[in-house]
Every structure is written in structure tokens, then in C-alpha cells.
């Protein structure tokens, strides 16, 4: 039979041996079979680093004063960083990390403005200082109209530090009128019109009561 005889032409034909690879061609097969589980690996990695990162705080610098500068027009970032540095300079360690930072949170008004883009800007912004207010960041304020602050937000304070009723005197104050204010090291000719203020204490829950708040944005 044919088989057979394929079987006696070919019985001492040997298979040939699979060649031995190098230790760089294993490495190469290996890369090309797994490097996608690799990189996918070291992807969800680096995300649990960053998340645990976040949650943890590591490497976040905690304030030891906040500040919130509420103004119908913006500060340029020059004058803002240069506040914080100079509030910073001014300022005690807290915290105990070693430092004192001081740390300003713009909310501009820009409600009057016609463009669309600059309303809802102003919006946004309102929110924001809702935001501030109710979790309590800021004690100090950099403002254009305390009294219409206060009236927005019931939380100025007086001058012994509660906060002031209805028709109670608000403790703010020019900033040119502040020899401290001033003379910091800031551009001086933004800083004018402009008052400092305190958040009032002793009442809870106040900040944010009235229902046109965030309509009315940081007037």
C-alpha cells in the first residue's frame, strides 16, 4: 500500500529540531503576548496611586487663612498672588505643617455684563461662594460692598465679632484707611474702593438663608 511504502521511503527522515531561541527573542515573544496586560496594569496603578493620593491629602498644602475676594470686577493674577504672599508673610503658622499660607478665593460679579458667556460666569461664581460660605472657608473678606454683602448673606460682622443684625453697623473697612493693608507690597491702585471685612460668629446656619442668594451672586 502506499502508506506504507511512504513509511519505508521516509524511515530515516528525522523532524527538524525547533530551533532554541534567544533569551532576547523570548523576551521579545513574551512582550508581544502580554505587553497590553502590562500597560493596562500599570494604568489602573497609577490611577489607585493617584486616588488614594487625593483622598489621603498627600502633598496638599492646607491653608492657615482663607480669604474670599467678592467684587463685581476681577483682581489680576499678579495682585492676587502677591496678597497671598504678603497676608502669608503677616501670618502664623496654624496648622503646624511649618508654614503659614494664606490663600485667596476669587468670586467675581460680573452680573451687570450683557455677554452670555459673562452671566453665567457671574452665576457660577455665586454658587461658589454659596459653597464657601456654608462650609465656612472664608474669615476674612476683600470686598466692593460690604453692605450689600451682608444683606445677601447675613454673615458681616460688627465690631465685637458677632454677626450684625439688620440695621447694626458692619466692622469693614477702607483698605486705604489700613496703614497694615496699605502698605503691603501689592498694586495698590487695584486695591482702591476696595474694604476688608470679617465673617461675624455666634449664629449657625445663617450664611446662604436668604432666597435670593445665588441670584444675586457676590453684589
Not at 7 to 19: I, L, M, S, T
Not at 41 to 63: H, M, Q, R, S
Not at 93 to 110: C, K, Q, S, T
Request: hydrophobic share 40%; charged share 25%.
Amino acid at each position: 500500500m502506499a502508506s506504507e511504502y511512504l513509511k519505508w521511503k521516509y524511515r530515516d527522515v528525522k523532524p527538524d529540531q525547533p530551533a532554541e531561541r534567544t533569551a532576547k527573542q523570548k523576551a521579545a515573544n513574551w512582550w508581544h503576548y502580554h505587553k497590553w496586560w502590562l500597560l493596562a496594569g500599570a494604568v489602573l496603578a497609577i490611577a489607585l496611586v493617584d486616588i488614594a493620593v487625593n483622598a489621603l491629602g498627600i502633598g496638599k498644602v492646607e491653608p492657615d487663612y482663607q480669604l474670599a475676594y467678592v467684587a463685581s470686577a476681577p483682581l489680576s493674577d499678579e495682585t492676587l498672588a502677591a496678597l497671598e504672599k504678603a497676608f502669608s508673610a503677616l501670618g502664623e503658622d496654624l496648622n503646624g505643617d511649618g508654614r503659614a499660607v494664606f490663600e485667596i478665593h476669587p468670586y467675581v460679579d460680573m452680573a451687570a455684563s450683557e455677554e452670555r458667556d459673562q452671566a453665567g460666569y457671574a452665576y457660577a461664581a455665586g454658587v461658589k461662594l454659596m459653597a464657601d460660605l456654608e462650609a465656612c472657608e472664608s474669615y476674612f473678606f476683600i470686598c466692593d460692598d460690604p453692605e450689600t454683602l451682608h444683606a445677601n448673606y447675613d454673615i458681616m460682622a460688627r465690631p465685637d465679632g458677632e454677626i450684625a443684625g439688620t440695621d447694626e453697623i458692619i466692622d469693614s473697612h477702607a483698605w486705604e484707611s489700613l496703614p497694615v493693608l496699605a502698605g503691603l507690597d501689592v498694586d495698590q491702585a487695584e486695591m482702591a474702593g476696595l474694604y476688608f471685612a470679617r465673617r461675624g460668629s455666634g449664629r449657625t446656619g445663617s450664611a446662604g438663608t436668604r432666597t435670593d442668594a445665588t441670584r444675586s451672586g457676590a453684589r
